[in-house]
């Protein structure tokens, strides 16, 4: 029997088309389907419209409403698409991952980089490819299906931002390829823990800081103000600047001393942290209240900050979850 597939619209250039004011996400996402009428070859397809959005404007309440029509439709449908903007589609994929935990079925984010009226468009290949993936029997968790790759959603970032092959899976490799009818997967599904879980809060306090030479330390004390969790971008595997007057150790202490709680990840985009090998890096896991992000993609961690704050503020408890594996988050 073809399995059942719900398609949840969001927007994004999948569904946009031309306006004064250039490419928005104006079309009819009930058309999407006319474009693969041989969809209906191997499932049984039914669209609602969420949202008609450029990916740009989401925010975590659109993906706490996400996930809310994904549980209360769970029962009905042997898997999900949802067709999304590719410029914020990794963190919703982490969101979703987060907000999903051990689903038994297929929950897949696909886009495009092209509208999908367009003459020439990844659309319609994209859009396929993942009606393809959510229909194959054992795959669940949560996807980032383009370009004929399957990514888990924890570990996809956008890394090319007009190719076709915009996407690509950070320090784990991709989970499938997808050739048309043909589907190769390259990373096996675990059985799920008895039954799915669903979360319903996520506390966005949490703030992304890229370091640059120059930047002055005091930056840290007015986020402090405002943000309870801060990931900071740190260079190499991990350096914090503490030489002379831009000493960033100094302000950790007051940050620790707030309760406030620190990331260390990498802006390098590959291989990830190991905070502790240089002492740049070292003094800061040793001495304050920081944690570091090892082979997490920032976007994995900044949403599962909001997600931790989310179900508690205790600081040990905070810590064994941000280190605790969800969907191959983390292998640290």
Excluded at 61 to 89: C, P, Q, S
Excluded at 205 to 210: A, D, E, H, S, Y
Aim: some cysteine; aromatic content about 10%.
């Amino acid at each position: 029997m073809p399995k059942r597939i719900l398609i949840l619209t969001t927007g994004g250039t999948i569904a946009s088309m031309p306006t004064a004011q250039g490419l928005a996400p104006t079309g009819d996402g009930h058309a999407l389907l006319d474009y693969i009428p041989q969809a209906a070859e191997f499932c049984q397809a039914q669209v609602e419209e969420v949202f008609n959005l450029d990916s740009t404007n989401f925010q975590p309440e659109h993906w706490l409403r996400l996930a809310r029509r994904i549980r209360d439709n769970f029962e009905k449908y042997d898997g999900f698409v949802i067709t999304h903007g590719t410029d914020t589609m990794a963190y919703t994929a982490a969101a979703l991952s987060y907000l999903i935990q051990n689903p038994e079925k297929p929950i897949v984010l696909t886009g495009s980089q092209k509208p999908i009226f367009a003459p020439i468009s990844d659309a319609r290949k994209n859009l396929l490819d993942s009606l393809r993936f959510a229909a194959q029997d054992g795959v669940q968790g949560v996807y980032i299906v383009f370009d004929g790759k399957a990514i888990l959603g924890t570990r996809a970032r956008k890394v090319r931002s007009k190719s076709y092959s915009a996407f690509d899976s950070i320090n784990y490799p991709v989970a499938a390829f997808i050739d048309d009818k043909r589907i190769l997967r390259y990373t096996d599904t675990e059985p799920a823990h008895p039954g799915v879980r669903f979360f319903d809060a996520l506390h966005p306090k949490v703030f992304l800081l890229k370091l640059i030479p120059g930047m002055e330390p005091e930056i840290l004390e007015y986020l402090a103000d405002h943000y309870d969790a801060i990931v900071i971008e740190s260079y190499g595997v991990g350096g914090i600047p503490f030489h002379n007057k831009r000493n960033f150790l100094q302000k950790l202490q007051a940050l620790t001393e707030k309760g406030k709680l620190v990331v260390l990840a990498t802006q390098v985009m590959l291989e990830g942290s190991d905070a502790e090998v240089y002492e740049v890096g070292a003094r800061a896991i040793r001495q304050y209240n920081a944690l570091q992000a090892y082979d997490m993609t920032v976007e994995a961690a900044v949403v599962k900050l909001m997600w931790i704050m989310g179900q508690t503020r205790d600081p040990e408890k905070m810590r064994q979850l941000f280190y605790q594996p969800v969907q191959h988050d983390i292998l640290v």
